[in-house]
């Protein structure tokens, strides 16, 4: 376990609500008066976590170049799941598993906001490999907007083998590129899904692909030729909680 400064309102507020064990202080800037952030030093006070007041500076120091807005956090990070609690999560998750597989995505930012989205659509977990992708970092959790603190992230040795144990387990396995013409609206994705992105740059690596039962895309009339990763996992998630819905 390490322990790093999480930064700025939201990401904070997530620790506490959700994690509030692992947090060991909290950090308010002198003369604070943001009702957001007075509300989570009481919160932290009532929870017995030390509240200090700190100059700006200290608190930019912390930050570095993102916003602190007023409160920093001291959290003792747990050690990322790994592979081998995915048949517990498949389990509590019934026939109703919806998992993201992110294939090297190496900037914080997208991989932050592609757990916020997760967490928003409930998603089982979230996937991606130990080697040549970001992990579970200050700016990533950050960026996640308490998302980090509410869906599982496993990392995992060999991605196209986690993808096999999908398989067998029963989940059905969809991969998202650009060149083919399947489309993301015409697949079902109820049930045990997984929802495959690549990299920023290079998308799905070739066994990542051959691995996925099904390739498909999202339609663009315009003239871009693709979508962040980000904007991606959260059309195609948003996409499958909406089939979802549709059928209760």
């Known amino acids: 376990m390490s322990e790093s400064w999480i930064v700025g309102i939201n990401p904070v507020e997530g620790a506490l609500s959700n994690d509030a064990e692992r947090v060991r202080e909290l950090l308010v800037e002198n003369g604070q008066r943001n009702p957001r952030v007075q509300e989570l030093a009481e919160r932290a006070k009532a929870l ?5 007041h700190r100059p700006r ?5 912390l930050a570095g170049a993102a916003r602190h807005q007023g409160v920093a956090a001291l959290y003792e990070a747990p050690p990322m799941a790994s592979e081998h609690d995915l ?14 597989v992110l294939d090297g995505v190496t900037d914080p930012h997208n991989l932050g906001a ?3 989205s997760a967490a928003a ?10 080697d040549r992708a970001v992990g579970l970092t200050p700016v990533v959790r950050r960026a996640s907007a308490g998302g980090a603190d509410r869906v599982p992230l496993l990392a995992v040795t060999n991605l196209a083998r986690t993808l096999r144990e999908l398989k067998d387990a029963g989940v059905w396995i ?6 083919t013409t399947q489309s993301v609206y015409t697949l079902d994705l109820k049930g045990p899904v997984a929802l495959v992105l690549g990299s920023e740059g290079e998308g799905m690596r070739r066994l990542t692909r051959e691995t996925c ?3 498909a895309k999202i339609p663009m009339p315009g003239s871009m030729e693709s979508l ?3 904007v991606a996992a959260g059309v195609v998630l948003f996409e499958a909680l909406r089939q979802r819905s549709a059928q209760r």
Do not use: M, W, Y
């Not at 048949?87 to 993201?100: C, H, I, K, N, Y």
């Not at 659509?121 to 130990?130: F, W």
């Open 213 to 215: 039962d099904f390739v």
């Open 121 to 130: 659509a409930n998603v089982t977990a979230v996937i991606v490999p130990k």
């Open 57 to 61: 500076e200290q608190l930019e120091k």
């Open 87 to 100: 048949p517990r999560l498949l389990e509590q998750a019934g026939g109703e598993a919806l998992v993201l």
């Open 48 to 52: 017995k976590i030390p509240v200090h």
């Open 228 to 230: 962040n990763v980000s």
């Open 114 to 116: 592609c757990l916020r």
């Open 174 to 179: 969809t991969g998202l590129a650009g060149d």
